[in-house]
């Protein structure tokens, strides 16, 4: 429903914005703006700030700013008509009435949502009585505990053909509604109708105001085909707009950022009774643009979890063919597959939540999983090969609507397939290419563990090494190996727009791709073509908040901070440099110099170990999302200052 800019405005006038958000943040007067802790990340110092006078809050620490509407929205995962609609009621504004045709399609979908509500209670009491004997011996036999049948108000299908629409009529409900809501099937050939659902396990399927708008079936009988059944569409229930227990997961996935999809709705059952409350299910579906910017609203960078056999992955690549178009910055999709071909409730069975958790960790960005597909078994031994699959991967970049996104993407499969022709030639000639020595990296350990997570990330992450590009040129890096491939990346970066990779490749530092392996961590193909290491893992070592796949725009505030260490260290040398050179003759000027210098390093030296533990205060609730709640040890590895 679309609502007047006049009414939007009166609900604007009605209620500060400082009303709306006291209620969630504590504020505090400061001239004409008010102050608090961000809701948005774990802080100290307030960088939330709401201006009544403007009608808008900003948040520093997140960059999210908007007005009362995009509150409720980001706070509390409410679309635009929900939380225009909530704060119109408590403002007392009026607003406007839908037109008559919707007005009685309203009403049909709050008659069919009451015939809906009356199967599930049916379908709940049948589980209890004989009839239910089966589904409940199923149901044991996947560790559903009883809370957990009660929570999400699991029932039986008895195995009769009429069981339901006998008990519906003798409720006063008409079969015409019953066949609306999705309950009957109604044959072509005029036979009498009958119940969808016989001889299966009920899950109800619940929309984002939690009201109960279709079912999904799972066989009990080993002849019942199919094994899983749903509602079909009707006017409550739109397949391809919901999300499976996305009423439940609101909370739990706005309150940390994080979200785990899977594929079946009793794998999410399954998840949530393990203590993982962030997750949602698909219902048999490709995924839709509808529910990826449904999931988006959830969290930035969803883990999709599927079966690790070639069923799994073959829906992992479909769903990337939908999604790759809608990426956006700072919003995608990692993908996770599970080992043996088990789903998320047997992988669990077997290893309880712990398990489960260990394979969220090793979950994969997109690009990698589309990396994989399109070079997994590719013959690139010659020019035209190459050229070939550089092609491939140009084509599938520029399906990417978002500019920014998409010069990311090209930048990271541009330095992938770099290193992707080094290792073939290298594997070739059985040597290292011209003869370059691996560099030795054993100088100052803080400065070249800071300086190669830098260096990881801006791989890892093209896009957010983009957005630093200029301050990583101007900064030197106080390991020459480092400040070298440092230099070949910005020059990739910069350069590489009008050559292809092979020229590209042919001019660059071939220190370069040692470095790489001992920076962030690549595949080593073996000559029988086995993968003996994973890609990123020295990253992830270093760095091990990555496991739990942060929000990308904590990620670049890591990179910032971890800049502004390396920036300290140098203003640090420079110091002991300075007082080193003093001499017994020095004037006044130079231990002014020097005082001013120290105050400088002890200040910013403050600045940073603040921001740190912010960091790391950022990276315990980051965690805790996934279920990670005991103590794994360090998950943000915080650098540290040492003297």
């Not at 229930?237 to 709705?265: C, D, P, T, W």
């Not at 990346?489 to 020229?503: E, G, H, N, P, Y």
């Not at 220190?511 to 290491?533: A, C, N, S, W, Y």
């Not at 980051?622 to 103590?631: C, E, L, N, S």
Request: proline fraction near 6%; charge should be negative.
């Amino acid at each position: 429903m679309k609502f007047p800019p006049n009414i939007l405005d009166e609900i604007r006038a009605r209620l500060p914005v400082s009303a709306v958000v006291g209620r969630r943040v504590r504020l505090k007067k400061q001239g004409r703006e008010y102050a608090g802790l961000s809701p948005f990340n774990p802080e100290k110092t307030p960088s939330f700030f709401v201006n009544d006078h403007k009608g808008f809050y900003h948040c520093f620490s997140s960059g999210k700013h908007g007005d009362v509407f995009r509150f409720l929205m980001e706070t509390e995962g409410l679309s635009f008509p929900e939380a225009v609609e909530r704060l119109a009621a408590e403002a007392g504004v009026p607003l406007p009435k839908p037109d008559q045709r919707e007005v009685v399609r309203e009403r049909q979908r709050a008659s069919l949502a009451d015939v809906v509500e009356l199967a599930c209670q049916f379908f709940q009491e049948t589980f209890r009585l004989s009839a239910g004997a089966t589904a409940r011996g199923y149901a044991e036999r996947r560790g559903l505990r009883p809370e957990t049948i009660r929570e999400f108000r699991i029932g039986a299908a008895p195995a009769e053909r009429d069981a339901l629409k006998r008990h519906l009529i003798g409720r006063g409900v008409d079969e015409r509604s019953m066949i609306d809501a999705g309950l009957l099937i109604e044959p072509d050939d005029g036979r009498p109708s009958y119940d969808r659902f016989r001889n299966r396990l009920i899950i109800p399927i619940q929309d984002e105001r939690g009201r109960v708008v279709a079912f999904g079936g799972r066989a009990l009988g080993p002849d019942d085909k199919p094994k899983y059944l749903n509602s079909p569409e009707t006017e409550l229930f739109h397949k391809g707009l919901m999300l499976f227990n996305g009423h439940r997961a609101r909370a739990a996935a706005h309150e940390s950022g994080q979200i785990v999809v899977v594929e079946g709705y009793l794998d999410a059952i399954a998840v949530v009774q393990a203590g993982i409350g962030s997750v949602v299910a698909t219902l048999g579906t490709a995924f839709t643009e509808e529910q990826i910017q449904r999931m988006w609203r959830f969290a930035p960078e969803p883990v999709v979890c599927f079966d690790g056999d070639r069923a799994g992955i073959s829906a992992a690549h479909r769903a990337i063919d939908r999604i790759l178009p809608h990426l956006k910055s700072g919003f995608s999709f990692n993908f996770c597959f599970l080992p043996d071909g088990k789903d998320p409730d047997e992988l669990i069975a077997g290893g309880g939540r712990e398990a489960f958790l260990a394979e969220i960790q090793r979950a994969v960005p997109l690009a990698e999983v589309l990396w994989e597909r399109e070079t997994a078994g590719a013959t690139i031994d010659t020019p035209e090969r190459k050229a070939a699959l550089e092609k491939r991967l140009e084509d599938l970049t520029a399906e990417i609507r978002d500019p920014r996104v998409q010069k990311g993407y090209r930048l990271r499969y541009r330095l992938r397939l770099s290193n992707l022709f080094w290792q073939s030639e290298r594997r070739d000639r059985n040597a290292a290419p011209k003869g370059a020595p691996a560099p030795a990296l054993h100088q100052d350990g803080e400065l070249a563990g800071v300086e190669r997570i830098v260096l990881g990330l801006s791989i890892e992450y093209p896009d957010i090494f983009e957005g630093a590009l200029d301050r990583m040129i101007d900064l030197d890096f106080g390991i020459e190996p480092h400040e070298a491939f440092k230099r070949e990346l910005t020059r990739i970066a910069t350069d590489c727009d009008d050559k292809s990779v092979a020229q590209f490749y042919s001019e660059m530092d071939q220190r370069f791709f040692f470095l790489m392996k001992e920076i962030h961590g690549e595949d080593e193909i073996e000559p029988d073509g086995r993968v003996v290491t994973h890609r990123g893992h020295r990253l992830r070592e270093r760095f091990p908040i990555l496991r739990f796949h942060p929000p990308e725009d904590y990620v670049a505030r890591c990179l910032w901070h971890f800049l502004d260490r390396i920036e300290l260290k140098a203003m640090e040398r420079d110091l002991d440099r300075a007082v080193a050179e003093v001499g017994p003759d020095a004037d006044e000027t130079v231990e002014i110099r020097i005082l001013e210098l120290s105050r400088e390093v002890v200040r910013r030296r403050e600045e940073f170990a603040h921001r740190e533990q912010e960091l790391a205060e950022e990276a315990k609730l980051i965690r805790a999302a996934f279920g990670a709640d005991k103590d794994t040890g360090p998950v943000f590895a915080p650098v540290g200052i040492k003297r």
